[in-house]
């Protein structure tokens, strides 16, 4: 079992960066794909990035070459950098815990969920 506590959001303009962080504390980290999901208002929560067990990103199309996934599984950490960020990316950013091989796509199969931390972008 994993729990899992994010950081790093906040409000920024149209074009800023932020990076999010999520620190997991439990066992076999290294045996969970690990991904960031948004949730806006009145939307269903949607993937973003997802890295596998493996280390293998996969992102959500408008997050294609502006986010980065990675993750640190010697620190139980993951993170996402996001560049040049957009309106459409606001919402509530959740990290959670999944099996081995995951992809972005794969919502209802993680597990794991942390409280979620707030990005809200201004245009």
């Known amino acids: 079992q994993l729990q899992l506590v994010e950081s790093g959001g906040g409000s920024v303009e149209a074009g800023g960066s932020l990076r999010l962080s999520c620190q997991a504390s439990?066992?076999?980290?290294?045996?969970?794909?690990m991904g960031w999901f948004r949730q806006a208002p009145g939307k269903e929560r949607e993937g973003v990035a997802v890295i596998d067990g493996d280390s293998n990103p996969t992102y959500e199309g408008s997050a294609e070459g502006r986010f980065r996934i990675s993750r640190d599984n010697s620190k139980n950490a993951l993170f996402l950098q996001m560049n040049n960020l957009k309106p459409e990316d606001t919402g509530m950013y959740f990290c959670a815990a999944g099996p081995f091989y995951s992809t972005y796509e794969n919502v209802r199969n993680f597990q794991y969920w942390g409280q979620g931390t707030q990005v809200t972008v201004s245009s």
């Open positions: 439990g066992d076999l980290y290294h045996s969970y794909s």
